[in-house]
């Protein structure tokens, strides 16, 4: 075989490589890691995971770099209350966000000191134990970039144990109307979002919230960029989380290859949602 033709079939394989992998992304599955502490309990910084892209359709944000191809959103369907989402951020749609769907059409939805308020009913919330976690690398990475006086958060939430520093959050467990549960973090009894009017989420909309309560810029805060979100359209939808397929504390460096290894959360891996 000549290098000419070695070459043509070589480039054939690229190009069939990167139309599958495009297809792949678009469509079926795509990676997405956690940047920040917003969905804690359930999702730690340096957690990787699979978004599925079919559950609610398809729009140009299911694109890479969000190329308008797809006009509106097709084979669309509507998420369910409980859902953890990824979706691209208003106001300027330029980032990946991920929340959990509490609020859908039609629905009023306030704040009453803490607790959410869902169609006039307080969602129950029930205090569990304490979630304790390591104050790991990528928590004090977090907390040194937002100025933060400790990688708990706050020093209160710190101790000393004989595994290390440790961070422990009071922890409350949330039930929706439609049975599905899940645990949030409340670190601050008068937070700022703490208390917000009621609002009706409008048509083509969605109601989102970080677990991480007062640690979230989500749909209580008006949707600016670097702030919160607003009301988010079903349209901004990109996947629903599936599975966590990889966990690093953040201490790996590249030089020592062991450290790939230690740095690993090996108990996250395979976690569902």
């Keep these: 075989m000549s290098s000419t033709s070695e070459t043509r079939d070589f480039l054939w394989f690229l190009a069939r490589l990167t139309i599958f992998v495009i297809v792949l992304r678009s469509f079926i599955m795509s990676p997405f890691n956690i940047p920040s502490e917003s969905m804690q309990p359930r999702l730690l910084i340096g957690d990787y995971l699979l978004v599925a892209k079919w559950p609610y359709g398809y729009s140009r944000y299911s694109l890479p770099f969000s190329v308008p191809l797809i006009p509106g959103r097709i084979f669309a369907s509507q998420p369910q209350r409980g859902d953890v989402v990824v979706f691209k951020a208003p106001p300027d749609q330029a980032n990946d966000y991920i929340k959990r769907v509490i609020g859908l059409p ?101 109601f989102l919230m970080g677990d991480n309560r007062d640690r979230s810029a989500d749909s209580r805060f008006p949707a600016e960029v670097g702030g919160g979100i607003g009301l988010v359209p079903q349209q901004n939808l990109v996947g629903r989380a599936m599975i966590s397929v990889f966990s690093t504390d953040g201490s790996a460096q590249w030089l020592l290859p062991w450290t790939w290894f230690t740095a690993a959360r090996w108990d996250r891996i395979g976690e569902r949602f």
């Design 106 to 206: 039609g629905d009023l939805i306030s704040v009453q000191r803490g607790t959410v308020m869902l169609n006039g009913q307080a969602i129950p919330k029930k205090q569990v134990a304490d979630l304790v976690i390591p104050a790991s690398a990528n928590m004090v990475a977090a907390s040194l970039k937002d100025g933060n006086p400790s990688p708990c958060y706050r020093v209160q939430f710190e101790e000393m144990t004989k595994n290390g520093r440790m961070c422990r959050y009071p922890q409350y467990r949330e039930t929706l109307p439609n049975g599905k549960s899940y645990n949030v973090l409340d670190l601050d009894p008068d937070g700022p979002a703490d208390d917000r009017e009621t609002i009706m989420v409008p048509e083509g909309h969605l």
